[in-house]
């Protein structure tokens, strides 16, 4: 079963404007990461943002973090047509050396049209 | 340095078959997950390796097992083929003790199709 819930499933916006995918969850977190996925292949790690930390940046990437509402966002600002892909939350219950047993959300497929 | 490599890249197999799948870690790691993906969803936890141990695992039947080699290589086995085994097979793999780092570093995947 999936813990999170990404909203919207997909979304197509032009290149230069930002991107905003949601992320919601149920059980509680050590962390939550979001990855990105071009076309069924391997993921690779955007950014992990930990239970006690409410906002992190990373380049063009703004994650943020609500554990009261078990909930998080993705922003991709100035997106490009290269963003293109499908990006996934997941969730870690445990952290540190114990965890990585990740729980996916559904995705949410971003296309971005030049 | 190498990332993670997985291997085959692909495979068709017939119901009732079994199947393995191989995994080599990014350098320097010792901790190696796997998630099955199917085709439109996340993808989902099915164990984890560490110190050659199955450590953690998923909601998978026992047809699913898996085995991690001293070089801390992985192999992933699926016994009696069923149709919904089909997916997306990923290995990932983390660093060790004392990183504890939750980042995990993904392979490009096996692509299993059953039919």
């Known amino acids: 079963s999936q813990q999170g819930e990404e909203d919207p499933q997909a979304l197509s916006i032009q290149e230069g404007e930002n991107a905003t995918m949601n992320c919601s969850y149920k059980?509680?977190?050590?962390?939550l990461q979001w990855y990105r996925q071009n076309s069924g292949r391997g993921l690779v790690h955007l950014i992990l943002?930990?239970?006690?930390?409410r906002e992190k940046h990373s380049g063009r990437l703004r994650v943020t973090l609500d554990t009261s509402k078990k909930s998080s966002s993705l922003l991709i600002t100035a997106s490009r047509a290269a963003d293109t892909a499908s990006y996934f939350c997941a969730t870690d219950p445990f952290g540190g050396h114990a965890g990585n047993m990740l729980t996916f959300g559904g995705g949410t497929r971003l296309m971005v049209k030049p | 340095d190498a990332g993670v490599t997985q291997s085959p890249t692909h495979l068709i197999k017939t119901r009732g078959q079994q199947v393995t799948l191989r995994c080599s870690p990014k350098?320097?790691?010792?901790?190696v997950s796997w998630y099955q993906q199917a085709l439109g969803q996340g993808p989902q936890f099915i164990f984890q390796y560490y110190e050659e141990e199955e450590r953690q695992r998923g909601n998978f039947p026992d047809r699913f097992s898996g085995h991690q080699f001293p070089n801390y290589s992985s192999e992933l086995n699926v016994n009696a083929l069923l149709l919904g085994d089909s997916a997306l097979y990923l290995c990932?793999?983390?660093?060790?003790?004392?990183?504890?780092?939750?980042?995990?570093?993904f392979g490009p995947g096996t692509r299993l199709t059953v039919l």
């Open positions: 943002i930990r239970s006690n930390e």
């Open positions: 059980t509680s977190i050590n962390n």
């Open positions: 990932a793999s983390s660093p060790g003790f004392p990183s504890g780092s939750n980042e995990q570093f």
């Open positions: 350098s320097g790691h010792d901790t």
